[in-house]
């Protein structure tokens, strides 16, 4: 096809940055929250992320989700497109989507058989509905997996897509079954609060989520950072009643979609710790305050 990869690995963001310009790729694969940081860092040296010759941005190894995309599209002024992958299994490219619908992962079905169970029961869930993702290598040789439990929840769709492409698609990985949450009984995936956190413009992409013991109840508190733009407008002021507006309107948008109620935390830009591989998002010393 005549394409030709640059293998840089993931850190050293001045180096990435450096090499986008230099060898001017098309297309971008990392993690979602890495090529936020990217972009940031390419602002910073006074580049815009926009201008450069990327066109196309692969990312997985971590959950995100639509809202996020559309943050990478943005910022980026890329196409971005999910892939799905377990080293266990091949790596990223066991399924991914297609540029013309970025609606679900195309499986490689004719060198995976994908099944979706029922955790608990381990019975078959019908199309369309979410489970823990199980899949069987048809072509692998020397380390063949048979009904391999990934833990990731998914849902499979067999209706036939626009690109012409004829295997199922999966949906994005909604989290993984030990990434659930169960704060107060809810079970909770940070990638829900995620969605609600991007639909407030003023606050940047970047979280974090404190979890611990109040007694005998969880507390959570969800760490997040005011746009450059939002903390001058507020006088650099965290008091400031905007600040507290959004923190109301975030609290109300995550009490919607998860059924809990957190703490809201909102920091100064950039005082969230950024990943070059994945994002540390979940900081949980719940246990530890039991053990102690
Ligand atoms: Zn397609």
Redesign the pocket.
């Known amino acids: 096809m005549g394409i030709t990869t640059v293998p840089v690995s993931g850190g050293n963001t001045k180096r990435q940055i450096m090499l986008i310009q230099d060898f001017k790729p098309q297309v971008i694969c990392s993690t979602p929250s890495y090529a936020l940081h990217i972009a940031e860092k390419m602002r910073e040296q006074g580049i815009d992320p926009k201008e450069t010759s990327l066109k196309y941005g692969i990312f997985g190894a971590e959950p995100w989700s639509e809202e996020m995309r559309n943050t990478i599209e943005q910022k980026l002024g890329i196409k971005a497109m999910d892939i799905y992958g377990l080293s266990e299994i091949v790596g990223p490219g066991v399924s991914i989507?297609?540029m013309?619908?970025q609606d679900g992962l195309?499986i490689q079905e004719d060198h995976f058989l994908f099944e979706v169970i029922e955790p608990d029961t381990n019975e078959r869930v019908p199309d369309g509905e979410y489970g823990e993702l199980v899949i069987t290598s048809l072509k692998k040789e020397a380390l063949p997996i048979i009904r391999y439990r990934t833990g990731d929840i998914a849902a499979i769709n067999r209706e036939k897509?626009?690109?012409?492409?004829t295997t199922a698609?999966m949906t994005r990985v909604k989290g993984r079954i030990d990434d659930m949450l169960v704060i107060r009984g809810v079970n909770v995936f940070p990638f829900e609060m995620e969605r609600s956190l991007l639909n407030v413009k003023e606050l940047t992409p970047h979280y974090q989520l404190f979890l611990s013991k109040d007694g005998h109840l969880d507390a959570v508190e969800l760490s997040v950072e005011l746009s450059e733009e939002s903390y001058v407008r507020c006088q650099q002021n965290l008091e400031h009643a905007e600040v507290s507006r959004l923190k109301q309107q975030l609290q109300t948008a995550i009490k919607q979609e998860c059924l809990v109620s957190i703490d809201i935390d909102v920091k100064p830009p950039k005082s969230i710790p950024r990943s070059e591989g994945k994002a540390v998002r979940i900081v949980d010393k719940r246990m530890e305050q039991t053990v102690n």
Request: glycine content about 10%; some cysteine; proline content about 0%.
């Open positions: 989507e297609c013309e619908e195309h897509c626009s690109c012409g492409r698609r």
